[in-house]
């Protein structure tokens, strides 16, 4: 999950424990931006070629309950 690439979906975050509000405060505050709609990457640390799936609108993303592990994965 986003743990190893830095690129989180809603439910990753569900996973976790994140809640709305926290999600929110990650992103006004700059930990987390927002991809795409139920999309997030973490500032700093994450996998390129992960990010450019999710922001590229990439077809696996339509599936429901899909989560960041089935993500391509960079080289780096």
């Not at 986003?2 to 999600?23: K, M, P, Q, W, Y």
């Not at 139920?38 to 696996?60: E, F, I, K, M, Q």
């Given at each position: 999950m986003g743990i190893?690439?830095?690129v989180f979906s809603?439910?990753?975050l569900a996973r976790?424990?994140?809640?709305?509000?926290?999600?929110r405060g990650y992103v006004e505050?700059?930990?987390?931006?927002r991809l795409r709609r139920g999309w997030?990457?973490?500032t700093g640390?994450?996998?390129p070629v992960a990010?450019?799936?999710v922001r590229d609108r990439s077809r696996w993303w339509y599936r429901p309950g899909l989560d960041s592990r089935?993500?391509?994965r960079g080289t780096g």
């Amino acid at each position: 999950m986003g743990i190893e690439n830095g690129v989180f979906s809603t439910h990753d975050l569900a996973r976790l424990g994140v809640t709305r509000a926290e999600l929110r405060g990650y992103v006004e505050r700059g930990a987390l931006i927002r991809l795409r709609r139920g999309w997030y990457l973490r500032t700093g640390a994450h996998d390129p070629v992960a990010a450019a799936a999710v922001r590229d609108r990439s077809r696996w993303w339509y599936r429901p309950g899909l989560d960041s592990r089935r993500l391509p994965r960079g080289t780096g």
